[in-house]
């Protein structure tokens, strides 16, 4: 049977089920679910999500945590809580892994989950399953398993980080292929299980504004941001500089600009090394790990090789196998530099401050607005960097664009608008004359960086293009906007708020009657969101 008809043969089970209200002081389950407990962005959040609802316990409730994973844990905390999320309550799911050669049945996996929860004391009336990035693509079983375990009137809260439709066209290919329905629409839909017991949550109002267009109601729809733990003192400094001088040649008496990420396309390091182009001989750019992912490898290696080739003051892996541990990074670090092009959730934006650094390069208004609506000042980011149209030319950037856009579009089985509407669309890319760097592909981005390397004139014509970039960088700047976010991202985004949070949420989702969803939802209108032009790099899908 099709995914999107099996929801639909599961939602007829669940219409008849009266509605169950939660006994507020009866303890509840919370299965956590993911692909794997690898160090990354999610499984940092899933920790700290465990971190935080201990604290909620320890001020009295007797909820307990189960999390249930594909078996990969690399780096996973050793010293996590006992009552949420304790060696004891921590279980190797094979089913929840990865796709592999051979394809997985959604009924074996929603069986396997059902026999784990029942063992662990779970039941649909005392548990709450808070699943992470179930739609991604990366298991394509995921889907269907849920919509089984909702059929059966099991709560869920599908908390989405990422979307197969923000541009990753192997992923979304990846459930097609996968899905063995009839219409399109059914396979999309079958995606987001649409039931009064089946909560979502996201990391922004951006992303609630994406799915509620496509009609999942506002009572089953959550804003969850990430928690920002605190990591307290950071080491020594010098030591630090000193270390980075021996290993990796960053002179100790320049300031260092710190871009602490893996060095994935998104992560547009061709900015960040227009940024030490900028710079000159004032500052050192560090960037700290490469990429996992051997499809991000070749893109990596290409920006680092062109590094080397025009001398740029950049040094690679200053947090890998060879190089310093993450905290003494910071303490060496002058200022933080951001140049990605798309973020789920951005804690850099967050993280900073905690560490006493300002924060200075590209801003990404549909996630910082969020942040700045909490209090954050974020003075020394902005969402373009300016670079003059003719360094490039028109035709050649337009044929560039179009190309590449044409080229992803059909990946998802898309084609381009009208010709009036695609002309409407570019020239509201060019701004007095100039495009954005993170809107060029990494020819045309390799191509300005070696104009500017090669050319004080170009630089300075850059920096007085974008004037913000060489006020950003002035080595002496005040350090009141560092303490006023600090306090900020702490009464705001803290390990105790997001338990609080959690927990309100977890209520929630348990007390919903158990029915069918009421309005209809149009899947497609997620790919339509996320789709348009004005949103696209070439560098995120180039290989």
Not at 374 to 400: H, K, M, S, V
């Amino acid at each position: 049977m099709g995914a999107g008809r099996l929801w639909c043969a599961l939602t007829a089970r669940i219409i008849r089920r009266p509605r169950r209200h939660w006994n507020e002081s009866a303890p509840m389950l919370i299965a956590i679910v993911h692909y794997h407990l690898n160090r990354g962005g999610v499984t940092q959040v899933i920790a700290n999500h465990l971190r935080a609802l201990d604290a909620q316990a320890a001020l009295g409730g007797e909820d307990r945590c189960v999390v249930l994973h594909g078996g990969p844990r690399v780096d996973w905390p050793d010293q996590l809580p006992g009552t949420c999320g304790g060696e004891e309550a921590v279980h190797a799911v094979a089913e929840l892994g990865y796709d592999g050669a051979q394809a997985r049945k959604p009924r074996a996996l929603a069986s396997r989950l059902t026999a784990l929860l029942r063992r662990s004391g779970g039941s649909p009336s005392t548990t709450v399953i808070h699943v992470h990035n179930h739609s991604l693509g990366k298991n394509t079983a995921l889907a269907g398993a849920l919509a089984e375990l909702a059929g059966e009137g099991w709560p869920l809260l599908l908390q989405i980080h990422d979307f197969a439709e923000d541009f990753r066209p192997e992923n979304y290919e990846r459930l097609r292929a996968a899905a063995q329905c009839g219409t399109k629409s059914d396979w999309t839909g079958s995606l987001y299980p649409q039931a009064a017991h089946v909560h979502y949550a996201v990391l922004n109002q951006r992303d609630a504004s994406i799915l509620a267009a496509a009609g999942v109601e506002p009572a089953r729809l959550h804003v969850l941001p990430n928690p920002v733990g605190d990591s307290g003192p950071l080491p020594p400094r010098e030591p630090a500089r000193r270390q980075l001088a021996d290993r990796f040649g960053v002179p100790p008496d320049r300031p260092l600009l710190l871009y602490p990420i893996r060095g994935i396309r998104r992560k547009n390091l061709g900015e960040a090394l227009l940024w030490s182009a900028l710079a000159r001989a004032d500052w050192h750019l560090g960037v700290t790990l490469p990429p996992l992912n051997p499809v991000e490898r070749p893109s990596y290696e290409r920006w680092k090789a062109l590094a080397a080739s025009l001398a740029l003051p950049a040094a690679f892996e200053i947090g890998g196998e060879a190089g310093l541990p993450y905290a003494a990074n910071l303490a060496a670090a002058d200022r933080m530099l951001t140049t990605s092009v798309a973020e789920g959730f951005g804690l850099v934006f967050l993280e900073t401050w905690l560490a006493g650094k300002r924060l200075i390069g590209r801003d990404l208004p549909e996630i910082t607005a969020d942040f700045r609506a909490a209090g954050l000042r974020l003075e020394d980011l902005r969402p373009r960097l300016n670079i003059p149209l003719d360094w490039i030319g028109l035709a050649a950037w337009q044929a560039e664009v179009v190309r590449a856009y044409e080229a992803t579009l059909a990946r998802f089985r898309r084609q381009l608008p009208p010709p009036a509407e695609l002309r409407r669309e570019l020239d509201g890319l060019v701004v007095d004359g100039a495009v954005d760097f993170g809107a060029l592909s990494s020819r045309e981005q390799q191509q300005i960086l070696e104009q500017v390397t090669g050319s004080g004139e170009r630089q300075r014509q850059l920096r007085r293009l974008n004037g913000w970039i060489e006020a950003a960088l002035q080595p002496e700047r005040t350090v009141a906007v560092v303490e006023e976010n600090a306090a900020v991202v702490r009464r705001v985004y803290s390990l105790e708020t997001c338990g609080r949070r959690l927990r309100e949420l977890y209520r929630a989702v348990a007390d919903s009657p158990r029915a069918a969803a009421r309005q209809p939802f149009d899947a497609a209108r997620i790919l339509d969101e996320f789709l348009s032009l004005s949103r696209f790099q070439p560098i995120r899908v180039e290989p």
